[in-house]
T-cell receptor, first 112, second 116 residues
Framework: LAKTTQPISMDSYEGQEVNITCSHN???????ITWYQQFPSQGPRFIIQ???TKVTNEVASLFIPADRKSSTLSLPRVSLSDTAVYYC?????????????FGTGTRLKVLA | DVKVTQSSRYLVKRTGEKVFLECVQD?????MFWYRQDPGLGLRLIYF???????EKGDIPEGYSVSREKKERFSLILESASTNQTSMYLC???????????????FGDGTRLSIL
């Protein structure tokens, strides 16, 4: 069964770039890797997803190496409002039963 | 923007009660999901549905059932509530059919359920 590993927490200062890595030893061959942001008392909010190499949108970039055993969410020039918990999501079908595997989340704190 | 609406933000029920949590999405999505979120355990999938009247068990279906009579509505039912079902419950929907992560899931803001 796929297992995802993320750092539990990270601190950063405003204006810095933040990189959060999720390691996933086993993911479904055709699936995308997806990242979410969650604020207190809200549901997770979609940030970005990708299959391989690099994907960029207006809020983040996602780097996925060729072996797809990890992914790195990059937040450029963070602000205080980026303080949140960040989750990766992968799918695993290696056991014969498909599973959605959320990471345990990385609590990012942005300091002034 | 996709809107996923959960009927209650906070709910308090008693042990043994039958509890209904309702979720409605407005984007004509085929897939709908129910998760629970607990500190230290992250999000765990209870059930999902890929079409009307279709359902699949997730990782922790015991003690729960679901109903999907209409495409936009997915209900989670606690047959006989117990204190260990006190949790944050999150509903989500996604486009496409069947399993996979190729379409992002869109979440509601959750129902914090307390079972006394």
């Amino acid at each position: 069964l796929a297992k995802t590993t993320q750092p539990i927490s990270m601190d950063s200062y405003e204006g810095q770039e933040v990189n959060i890595t999720c390691s996933h030893n086993n993911i479904a061959t055709n699936d995308y890797i997806t990242w979410y942001q969650q604020f207190p008392s809200q549901g997770p909010r979609f940030i970005i997803q990708g299959y391989k190499t690099k994907v960029t949108n207006e809020v983040a970039s996602l780097f996925i190496p060729a072996d797809r055993k990890s992914s790195t969410l990059s937040l450029p020039r963070v602000s205080l409002s980026d303080t949140a918990v960040y989750y990766c999501l992968v799918g695993d079908d290696t056991s014969g039963t498909y599973k959605y595997i959320f990471g345990t989340g990385t609590r990012l704190k942005v300091l002034a | 923007d996709v809107k996923v609406t959960q009927s209650s933000r906070y709910l308090v029920k008693r042990t043994g009660e039958k509890v209904f949590l309702e979720c409605v999405q407005d984007m004509d999505h085929e897939n709908m999901f129910w998760y629970r979120q607990d500190p230290g355990l992250g999000l765990r999938l209870i059930y999902f549905s890929y079409d009307v009247k279709m359902k699949e068990k997730g990782d922790i279906p015991e003690g729960y059932s679901v109903s999907r009579e209409k495409k936009e509505r997915f209900s989670l039912i606690l047959e006989s509530a117990s204190t260990n079902q006190t949790s944050m419950y999150l509903c989500a929907s996604s486009a496409g059919t069947g399993l996979g992560t190729n379409q992002p899931q869109h979440f509601g803001d959750g129902t914090r359920l307390s079972i006394l």
